[in-house]
């Protein structure tokens, strides 16, 4: 157990070095989201089937939510046969999450998790777990902030707490609705399977993942 732990902290130690190098910023304040919203196409065999948009409203002196909204759907001719729809909202208040919250429709499955501050920490609940505390560092899966990299993550659909490892993969160019875009890759494995990127000015610039029936989907940022 103690060389678990040990080699855990090393990788996480060893992940914040490479950020902090990469530029991306990791420190112990609450992380400032980009000063506009985020909007992607999700891109399926080189067909768009839909869009992820994250919306960020400053609240007061350091305060701010955050609203993601995603909707996807591919269909055979009249038929649908992926049908997904996901709405998240996380605040932020005084450096801390004070409340998370999502709703999701996958396939007419509903999914959902919820989320509130009290004096003993953030209380998740959800259609995918037992009720809990979550760790003081926790963050939500919507991956607007590189410092989800380093912590453990409260998936927004359902609520369950998972801790992926995290591979930095180099640099690579996306494309983008503004032009190719540098940006460095993590890959996530264990809870969670799929890559991400973020930009030189550490904003989320991609995501791509493995779908049900093995096609690769990708983001493409508008």
């Not at 939510?65 to 208040?93: C, F, M, N, Q």
Request: hydrophobic share 40%; aromatic share 8%.
């Amino acid at each position: 157990m103690h060389d678990a732990r040990t080699a855990l902290g090393r990788r996480r130690l060893c992940l914040a070095a490479l950020a902090a190098g990469c530029g991306l910023g990791v420190g112990a304040a609450a992380p400032m989201p980009p000063a506009t919203g985020l909007s992607f196409r999700i891109v399926r065999h080189g067909s768009p089937i839909g869009t992820h948009s994250v919306e960020f409203t400053r609240t007061g002196d350091g305060d701010f939510d955050v609203r993601v909204t995603v909707d996807a759907r591919v269909s055979l001719g009249p038929i649908p046969l992926v049908a997904y729809k996901h709405r998240a909202h996380e605040s932020w208040r005084g450096g801390k999450i004070a409340a998370l919250e999502g709703q999701t429709d996958r396939n007419g499955r509903h999914l959902w998790m919820a989320a509130d501050r009290s004096a003993a920490g953030l209380q998740v609940r959800g259609s995918g777990t037992d009720p809990y505390i979550a760790p003081e560092d926790a963050l939500p899966t919507t991956y607007w902030t590189t410092r989800l990299l380093q912590v453990p993550m409260i998936g927004t659909q359902d609520g369950g707490l998972v801790h992926p490892h995290v591979a930095p993969a180099g640099t690579e160019t996306l494309d983008s609705a503004g032009g190719p875009v540098r940006a460095h890759r993590f890959d996530l494995s264990g809870d969670l399977t799929f890559a991400l990127w973020y930009d030189m000015a550490s904003v989320w610039a991609g995501m791509q993942f493995s779908a049900a029936d093995g096609s690769i989907v990708h983001y493409e940022r508008l």
